[in-house]
């Protein structure tokens, strides 16, 4: 995790933010639920844990903590390096942590690739080490923090990120600048989009349109003070399209073609990091002002992060832009369980635009 938020022993007034937990696809805010003091930090920073495992104690400043330390479930906790708190009450390890971080994703793989969870991983590029020579100890071999800090306290030999590689046959050398672990976000991006492609035969069907009707209803809107764009008008279109061609509209699941009845348009908007994918719900029941509204909203909430779960689910049909970065065409991957995305591609100088169908 980036920020922290709560240190040990620190009182906090309800609502207050306790720490950031990092998924799949987003981060979220963890709130406390009651006025108190964050008595014990369970799971270290950057610790990989199952969701409903206790991550601390809140409680009151003078509160017996054993039958808080009672009700926690050790065996969640017994893969997490760092913090334990006994049934006595008091903590073992460190306790100077002051945000927790859970990644699901960053788990040991079937690929053999070395996973560590976000904190370990900042931790060994800060120290130049390579994490393929730390000893694990975190949940289905994910090496944690504390493995980082524990192999360079020892003087392990683990390596450097950054070296020469031995020559080629040809005589050049590669040397590594920098050496980059993904996110949570990331990996969950590869390992779908990769999985999709390998599994769903692509086939993109591009087509030139001409934009000039578009661009003419864009600039009236704004004369008449109303804010329409481009890519709502295509949003719209895309619905009403989609009610004429409903086997588009549709899921594969469990080896079923799911036809939907709501066209629900998922926009991929670019994140740092990553990449997320909003979806407006029943685009065919609402005008383009509409559809422009909503979108902004969405819009915002994911590029100031705070967007939930609820704003991304829900999608029969993806709409990828990338007209805005000045690409022309290009072969959009599917996003399942949905069958088909739409890939847009700029307005051209000549007054057309490239429309690929995946």
């Not at 460190?94 to 053999?112: F, I, L, Q």
């Not at 003070?225 to 619905?239: E, Q, R, Y």
């Not at 590029?303 to 690409?327: A, I, K, P």
């Not at 022309?328 to 739409?342: A, E, M, N, S, Y």
């Given at each position: 995790?980036e920020?922290?938020t ?6 906090v ?6 720490c ?7 981060t ?12 014990r930090?369970?799971?270290p ?41 006994d049934r006595?009450?008091?903590?073992t390890?460190d ?8 990644d699901?994703?960053s ?23 390579d ?11 994910v ?11 020892a ?13 080629a ?87 079923e ?27 065919r ?9 909503e ?5 915002e ?15 029969t ?5 990338l ?8 072969d ?27």
């Amino acid at each position: 995790m980036e920020r922290g938020t709560v240190d040990e022993g620190e009182s906090v007034a309800a609502d207050d933010v306790l720490c950031v937990v990092e998924s799949e696809k987003t981060t979220a805010d963890v709130e406390a639920r009651e006025a108190g003091v964050l008595r014990r930090i369970v799971v270290p920073e950057g610790g990989v844990v199952e969701p409903g495992t206790a991550i601390g104690i809140l409680a009151g400043p003078d509160d017996e903590l054993a039958p808080y330390a009672a009700r926690i479930d050790d065996t969640a906790l017994d893969a997490v390096a760092g913090d334990r708190v006994d049934r006595g009450g008091t903590a073992t390890g460190d306790c100077s942590a002051s945000a927790v971080g859970s990644d699901p994703n960053s788990g040991a793989s079937a690929g053999g690739e070395v996973r560590a969870s976000p904190g370990a991983r900042r931790a060994a590029e800060e120290a130049g080490v390579d994490l393929a020579g730390i000893d694990d100890s975190g949940p289905q071999g994910v090496i944690t923090e504390a493995d980082v800090e524990r192999a360079i306290e020892a003087g392990a030999e683990v390596g450097t990120r950054a070296g020469t590689a031995a020559p080629a046959s040809g005589g050049a050398e590669r040397t590594v600048v920098e050496a980059r672990g993904l996110s949570g976000m990331q990996r969950t991006i590869a390992e779908r989009l990769g999985g999709s492609y390998r599994e769903a035969v692509h086939v993109t069907l591009g087509r030139e349109y001409d934009a000039t009707t578009p661009r003419a209803v864009t600039r009236a809107g704004t004369d008449a003070g109303v804010d329409v764009a481009l890519t709502d008008l295509l949003v719209k279109v895309v619905g009403e399209t989609l009610g004429e061609f409903p086997a588009f509209n549709a899921l594969f699941e469990d080896g079923e073609h799911r036809l939907i009845e709501e066209v629900n348009v998922g926009l991929a908007v670019d994140v740092d990091g990553g990449l997320v994918t909003p979806v407006l719900g029943d685009v065919r029941s609402k005008s383009a002002e509409a559809v422009n509204r909503e979108r902004s909203v969405l819009t915002e909430r994911v590029h100031s992060g705070e967007f939930t779960m609820d704003d991304l689910g829900g999608g029969t049909f993806t709409v990828s832009n990338l007209g805005l970065f000045g690409v022309d065409h290009f072969d959009p991957v599917i996003d399942p369980p949905q069958v088909t995305i739409l890939g847009v591609g700029r307005v051209r100088d000549d007054g057309r635009m490239t429309l690929s169908l995946s």
